[in-house]
């Protein structure tokens, strides 16, 4: 179903580790975003984030906004998959199963191998076989080389990806053709939650919509004018495209 233009899935987090599972027997390639409003609105000034979103092969509706949209237009069963979330939960099936992953993203190489250990500790017998924390700075071509060969040589079939939106998502729409790994799985701010470097919003503001305010506040600097823009630009997008749906439920027969 499409939010403002932004294709969603309907599912929860089973049935989303069960599509990667089926992805990863099959051998097939593709790569997942866990949608923010933010990266809703901003695909809608930046070409090439558009292009990113539209070409991920699963979208997922990271934020309860976009959750709320979902069911305003008639899909009651619509359910949040947080990116962070998420991961645990394919973490633990990892576990269980030996998939292999690559975590690629992270403040420094010293906050991802915390992550690495952090994970490793809750999930015992979990297979993290290699990771990269890229600079800020873009890769010269020799170095993207050298990313590609790292990863597809530490035999991952899920590449976890946590460099931020929208970035991530443009990583994985040029990366996924050089990749041989299965899964590419944009999961934002993740790596710095998991790792105890970000404190996560507790549960009843994540599930009444009000995480933002709890992040804002502590990152009001980085965050401020994210929220400021898109989140008022967001409401107005989907009362235009609420009032639409309407009318032509009206105008459709019988």
Not at 95 to 117: F, H, K, Q, S
């Amino acid at each position: 179903m499409e939010i403002v233009g932004i294709p969603l899935a309907v599912s929860d987090y089973a049935e989303v580790v069960g599509w990667m599972q089926a992805m990863i027997d099959a051998d097939a390639r593709g790569y997942v975003t866990a949608a923010a409003v933010n990266l809703v609105m901003s695909a809608h000034e930046q070409p090439a984030t558009m292009a990113a979103v539209l070409g991920a092969t699963l979208a997922v509706p990271d934020g309860m906004p976009l959750v709320w949209a979902l069911r305003a237009l008639g899909h009651k069963r619509a359910t949040r998959v947080y990116g962070p979330d998420l991961m645990l939960s394919f973490c633990a099936h990892a576990a269980a199963n030996g998939i292999p992953m690559y975590l690629y993203g992270g403040r420094d190489e010293a906050a991802l191998e915390l992550l690495r250990t952090r994970l490793c500790e809750r999930f015992p017998g979990l297979p993290i076989v290699g990771g990269f924390s890229p600079p800020f700075s873009a890769l010269t071509p020799a170095e993207e080389q050298q990313v590609v060969s790292d990863i597809d040589g530490s035999g991952a079939q899920v590449v976890w990806v946590g460099i931020g939106q929208p970035k991530q998502e443009r990583w994985m729409l040029q990366m996924r053709p050089r990749l041989g790994a299965p899964l590419l799985v944009g999961v934002g701010a993740a790596f710095d939650f998991h790792a105890g470097l970000l404190a996560q919003a507790p549960g009843w503001m994540q599930r009444n919509g009000l995480e933002w305010i709890y992040r804002l506040a502590r990152e009001p600097r980085r965050l401020w004018r994210r929220y400021a823009r898109y989140n008022p630009r967001f409401v107005a997008a989907f009362a235009r495209q609420y009032a639409r749906e309407r009318w032509l439920r009206r105008q459709a027969p019988g």
